[in-house]
C-alpha cells in the first residue's frame, strides 16, 4: 500500500467552478502535509502547506483530518493558469527518514474557457 | 542562478549504457534529496544527502544505482548497465535542513529515455 493515496482524475472544469481534491496517507505518525503543483514537464513546486486548523491562501483552502488521515485542497473560482497536476504530499518527521517526500501520484486538473 | 540546477535537461542512452545524471543545489542548502518520477505517477525517494555524508539510501532500486556528493554541494545521481525501466524523470531537491520545516525544492529534472 502506497503511503500516500490521490485520485489521479482527470478533473476538467469550467472557469469559475469550485473543486474539490482529497488524498489519504497511511502513516498516523506522520506531522507535515503539503499541496504541490506540478505543470506539464516542469517540477513540482510548493502550493501550500496544510495546517491542522485548515488554512486558506487566497482560492486554495487546504484540510487536514488527522482521525481519518485524510488532506483536502479546494480551489475556488477556477482560473485557466491552475491547470496542472496538484500532488498530495506527506513529510515524514521522525527517524531515520526524516525530512523525506511521500508523494501522491498527483491529480490532473483542466480548466476550460 | 538561485535555484536548483539539473544537467542534462534530457539523456537517451542505449540499454547496457551508463549514465551519470548532475544536479547543484541551492547554495548553502545542506539537504541533498533524489526522487525518481514515473510517466503518470507521483516522485518516489531514491536517497539523501546531509553535506557529503549520504544518510538515507533506502530507495534505490538495484545496486545499480549510485549517488555521491564529495565536497557536500553537487551531486551525481549514476546509474550503471541501465535498463528500459529506469527510463523516468529523476529530481533533485534541495532543503537548508531536513531538521526544519523548510521546504525542498527542486530541479527541473533530467529526463532520462532509455532505448
Known amino acids: 500500500r502506497k503511503e500516500v493515496e490521490q485520485d489521479p482524475g482527470p478533473f476538467n472544469v469550467p472557469e469559475g467552478a469550485t473543486v474539490a481534491f482529497n488524498c489519504t496517507y497511511s502513516?498516523?505518525?506522520?506531522?507535515?502535509f503539503f499541496w504541490y503543483r506540478q505543470d506539464c514537464r516542469k517540477e513540482p513546486k510548493l502550493l501550500m502547506s496544510?495546517?491542522?486548523s485548515g488554512n486558506e491562501d487566497g482560492r486554495f483552502t487546504a484540510q487536514l483530518n488527522r482521525a481519518s488521515q485524510y488532506i483536502s485542497l479546494l480551489i475556488r473560482d477556477s482560473k485557466l493558469s491552475d491547470s496542472a497536476t496538484y500532488l498530495c504530499?506527506?513529510?515524514?518527521?521522525?527517524?531515520?527518514?526524516?525530512?523525506?517526500?511521500?508523494f501522491g501520484r498527483g491529480t490532473q486538473l483542466t480548466v476550460w474557457p | 542562478g538561485a535555484g536548483v540546477s539539473q544537467s542534462p535537461r534530457y539523456k537517451v542512452a542505449k540499454r547496457g549504457q551508463d549514465v551519470a545524471l548532475r544536479c547543484d543545489p541551492i547554495?548553502?542548502?545542506?539537504?541533498l534529496f533524489w526522487y525518481q518520477q514515473a510517466l503518470g505517477q507521483g516522485p518516489e525517494f531514491l536517497t539523501y544527502?546531509?553535506?557529503?555524508?549520504?544518510?538515507?539510501k533506502s530507495g534505490l532500486p538495484s545496486d545499480r544505482f549510485f549517488a555521491e556528493r564529495p565536497e557536500g554541494s553537487v551531486s551525481t545521481l549514476k546509474i550503471q548497465r541501465t535498463q528500459q525501466e529506469d527510463s523516468a524523470v529523476y529530481l533533485c531537491?534541495?532543503?537548508?535542513?531536513?531538521?526544519?520545516?523548510?521546504?525542498?525544492?527542486f530541479g527541473d529534472g533530467t529526463r532520462l529515455s532509455i532505448l
Open positions: 504530499v506527506v513529510r515524514a518527521d521522525r527517524g531515520s527518514t526524516l525530512g523525506r517526500l511521500y
Open positions: 496544510v495546517y491542522s
Open positions: 502513516n498516523s505518525a506522520s506531522q507535515s
Open positions: 531537491a534541495s532543503s537548508s535542513d531536513r531538521y526544519s520545516n523548510q521546504p525542498q525544492h
Open positions: 544527502f546531509q553535506n557529503e555524508a549520504q544518510l538515507d
Open positions: 547554495s548553502g542548502h545542506v539537504s
